[in-house]
């Protein structure tokens, strides 16, 4: 991990909490267990919540098969740019401010559905209306083999992610700080 990125990381945190849910980046063993989730083969459509300093970004460009369209979602606009001078040679993604506009955005982007969705969102510390429409977003957007992959820093997301998905297999990453629960959702109990 970048000292420098973990200097910006932090000063966001330290003035902004309830956007940034942790004082440092993601690990690389977050990351792994993140993005072991994703089919990558079969990925032609993805969406990240939430990217921060850009850690999974980095993963996701690196994985993604070409032609691979790539949403990425932070509302911190010095982020934004941070993450799209990282990634300026990657054609397929775009980067947005606000997640509750997915589907919006999807439409825009000439996508009907996608594959997969992972989330950095602090959920437990947004506001419930946000997170409701987040997820409301997320479960329209997905095409009905599609997974949501979310980590949370407690279990507290868990039942409210139960209303909503048919299958939810929950992994912990012990190395992390602070250590994490990582939940992919899959079947929409909705439709």
Not at 26 to 41: C, I, P, Q, Y
Not at 80 to 108: F, P, R, T, W
Not at 169 to 180: C, D, E, Q, R
Not at 185 to 190: E, N, T
Request: aromatic share 10%; charged share 25%; glycine share 6%.
């Amino acid at each position: 991990m970048h000292f420098k990125e973990s200097m910006i990381f932090f000063r966001r945190f330290a003035g902004n909490p309830g956007r940034i849910g942790s004082v440092t980046p993601s690990s690389r063993f977050l990351t792994r267990a993140m993005l072991n989730k994703v089919d990558w083969e079969n990925t032609n459509a993805i969406a990240e919540l939430g990217a921060g300093t850009g850690v999974f970004t980095r993963k996701i460009v690196k994985r993604a098969k070409p032609g691979t369209k790539i949403l990425v979602f932070e509302i911190d606009p010095d982020l934004q740019k941070m993450i799209m001078e990282e990634n300026k040679d990657h054609e397929g993604l775009k980067i947005y401010s606000d997640a509750q506009e997915l589907n919006n955005v999807m439409k825009d982007e000439g996508i009907t559905a996608l594959d997969c969705v992972l989330s950095s969102l602090p959920f437990t510390v947004l506001p419930q209306d946000m997170t409701k429409n987040i997820l409301d977003a997320v479960q329209k957007s997905l095409k009905p083999d599609g997974n949501f992959v979310a980590y949370q820093y407690s279990s507290i997301m868990k039942r409210k992610l139960t209303e909503r998905f048919e299958n939810i297999s929950t992994s912990f990453v012990l190395f992390n700080v602070p250590p994490a629960f990582v939940y992919d959702c899959r079947g929409d109990k909705r439709k």
